[in-house]
């Protein structure tokens, strides 16, 4: 049984969490030629020759919110009422890493967080 549980342990942490990111500089959209602005949402795809970047849209992203960072527990709570969520990150180029900017989650999730963290 221990064993069980440290199993199912191991595999939550392995899990592939859904990433998007901000953008730090201007770009296309691959699919349908949008201009992409500093600070848009992207769903990076993987080709053969290259990264494709993919807008909101064609990325079907357009339908969930965006919960800055900053509000912790309404972040808590959106993932656990969402059922799929995004975690938006963004270059930095002073610590040449990525950071968090925040997360994309289903709209009805988010409004049921902030009604029950108050903040409605």
């Known amino acids: 049984?221990?064993?069980?549980?440290?199993?199912n342990t191991e595999n939550k942490k392995t899990e592939k969490k859904n990433t998007v990111f901000a953008l730090s500089r201007a770009s296309r959209c691959?699919?349908?030629?949008?201009?992409?602005?500093?600070?848009?949402?992207v769903k990076l795809?993987?080709?053969k020759d290259d990264t494709e970047?993919?807008?909101?849209?064609?990325?079907?992203?357009?339908?969930?919110?965006?919960?800055?960072?900053?509000?912790?527990?309404?972040?808590?709570?959106?993932?656990?009422y969402s059922k799929v969520t995004y975690v938006v990150l963004q270059w930095s180029d002073?610590?040449?890493c990525y950071e968090r900017v925040g997360i994309l989650a289903e709209p009805?999730?988010?409004?049921q967080a902030e009604?029950?963290?108050g903040k409605a």
């Not at 049984?1 to 199993?7: C, G, S, V």
């Not at 970047?53 to 965006?66: F, G, K, M, V």
């Not at 960072?69 to 972040?75: D, E, P």
């Not at 009805?108 to 409004?111: D, I, P, S």
Request: aromatic share 4%.
């Open 1 to 7: 049984m221990a064993d069980d549980e440290h199993a």
């Open 30 to 41: 691959h699919a349908c030629d949008k201009k992409l602005v500093r600070g848009d949402i």
């Open 45 to 47: 795809e993987n080709s």
């Open 53 to 80: 970047a993919l807008c909101r849209s064609c990325a079907q992203l357009d339908a969930y919110q965006l919960v800055g960072k900053g509000s912790a527990k309404i972040t808590r709570l959106a993932t656990k």
């Open 94 to 96: 002073t610590w040449k």
């Open 108 to 111: 009805q999730a988010v409004h």
């Open 115 to 117: 009604k029950e963290s």
